[in-house]
C-alpha cells in the first residue's frame, strides 16, 4: 500500500504509525488463516473497519441538517467499498469458522 500511495501522489518519507500497525494486524491475521485460526481475522477485520463506521457515523450526524446541502449518496461510493472488502469477506469468515466449529463463537 505504501509503493502504491506513493507512487500516484509522490509524497515521500515513511508511512505513519497506523499504517504500519495495521500491516501488522493484517499479517497476523494472514499467518491465522494460514493456521486455520479464522477467529483471527474475524478479530482484526472488525478492530480495522470500527474507524470507517464511526467515520461514516460521524458524517452523516453532522450534515442531517438540509442547509449542510449533504446528500446521503455522498457515502455511496464508500459504503460500496466497505461493503464488498470488509463486511461480505467478514460474514464469509463468520461463516467458515461455524462450520468447522459449530461449538464456535466467532
Do not use: K
Not at 499479517?27 to 461514516?56: H, K, M, N, T
Amino acid at each position: 500500500m505504501f509503493l502504491a500511495e506513493t507512487s500516484i501522489t509522490g509524497a515521500g518519507g515513511l508511512p505513519g504509525l497506523p499504517r504500519w500497525l495495521s500491516a501488522g494486524l493484517l499479517g497476523w491475521s494472514a499467518f491465522g488463516i494460514l493456521e486455520g485460526r479464522i477467529s483471527r481475522y474475524v478479530c482484526v477485520e472488525v478492530v480495522l473497519s470500527i474507524p470507517q463506521v464511526l467515520f461514516a457515523f460521524t458524517i452523516v450526524a453532522a450534515n442531517l441538517e438540509p442547509s449542510h446541502g449533504f446528500s446521503i449518496l455522498e457515502l455511496a461510493m464508500p459504503g460500496l467499498v466497505f461493503l464488498v472488502f470488509s463486511l461480505t469477506p467478514l460474514i464469509l469468515a463468520i461463516r467458515i469458522g461455524r462450520r468447522r466449529d459449530p461449538g464456535s463463537t466467532i
